[in-house]
């Protein structure tokens, strides 16, 4: 969690910080908001949360009208733990930020549509209610546990969200994540994930799922941008590169994911992540893990 941001009155505020998944939650009153690109701004009120990817710049207000003008002057914490803007509470969100380790943001990213809007009145959203209402107490309070607390919700906010939104997912949204979204898709992604070294065929993908070859390579290419056996190598080499990353030889980290040749192996790890696996081995095993700190500052970020 970022922070609780409490606004009133006529403001505008353009949060300019990108390459990282972020949130907002709703939980009194309502805003107008806009990302680089939408036509005009949409309206979110209590119990809707919003996901960005990091991608375009996000701009939050009390009034349409505003979104044009909003600025970027930093916002600072106050004296009762919470960010303000303009004068009064007629409006309050609660911010987060995901983060991800470098090796694994550009998959993740990839997978969202710059912004997903879920909106509190939905069936689906009935969860997020609950969890809402635990995050703003737990915020308030000062009771033992309350940092693992927040930050266990924080995640549970980030995932139940993210399946409110696959319930009702556009085929036109950007990202692979909506793959999910579709049933019949959903069998062959459990499949192809629950046994990545399984000699799969297209053939036998498209039984599992009830289809024929010809539309379930169409309709796994329109919603994953790649054709099926093509994901399944590209999820074969992020398995194989976090063998690698664990010391794992080229070898053991080859037969992991089902392949019995070192040099076929090392010819899709290059074809997929750009880099010979030796090489990446090589590197990795040099890399020193700094732990991430939580940052510290009183400027708000999300």
């Known amino acids: 969690m970022s922070g609780r941001l409490v606004a009133g009155g006529a403001w505008a505020r353009r949060f300019i910080n990108l390459d990282a998944i972020k949130f907002c939650a709703v939980t009194e009153g309502g805003c107008w908001y806009s990302i680089d690109g939408m036509a005009e701004p949409a309206r979110a009120d209590i119990g809707d949360v919003l996901i960005t990817n990091g991608t375009r710049t996000l701009t939050l207000a ?7 003008d909003a600025t970027t002057t930093p916002v600072v914490r106050d004296g009762n733990d919470q960010y303000q803007l303009g004068e009064g509470c007629d409006f309050t969100m609660l911010g987060g930020t995901v983060q991800i380790d470098a090796d694994r943001q550009a998959l993740l990213l990839n997978g969202l549509p710059p912004l997903i809007h879920v909106r509190g009145t939905t069936d689906e959203a009935r969860p997020l209610a609950w969890l809402l209402e635990q995050l703003v107490a737990e915020m308030k309070g000062g009771r033992p546990g309350r940092a693992a607390v927040i930050s266990g919700l924080a995640q549970l906010l980030f ?42 065929g297209l053939e036998e993908l498209a039984k599992k799922a009830g289809m024929s070859r010809t539309s379930l390579a169409v309709r796994f290419r329109e919603m994953m941008g790649v054709p099926p056996l093509a994901y399944l190598t590209q999820w074969r080499m992020y398995l194989a590169r976090r063998e690698l990353r664990a010391g794992a ?28 696996p030796g090489q990446y081995r090589r590197a990795a095993q040099g890399e020193i893990e700094v732990p991430q700190t939580p940052n510290k500052s009183d400027t708000l970020d999300f």
């Open 62 to 68: 009390s009034a349409a009208a505003l979104v044009p």
């Open 159 to 200: 995932i139940q969200t993210l399946r409110a939104y696959l319930a009702h997912a556009s085929d036109g949204d950007k990202g692979w994540l909506k793959g999910f979204g579709d049933q019949r898709l959903a069998v062959v992604l459990s499949h192809i994930h629950s046994e990545p070294s399984r000699n799969w």
């Open 249 to 276: 030889s080229i070898s053991e980290a080859a037969a992991s994911v089902g392949y019995a040749s070192d040099s076929a192996f090392s010819s899709a790890f290059k074809r997929v992540m750009a880099v010979a």
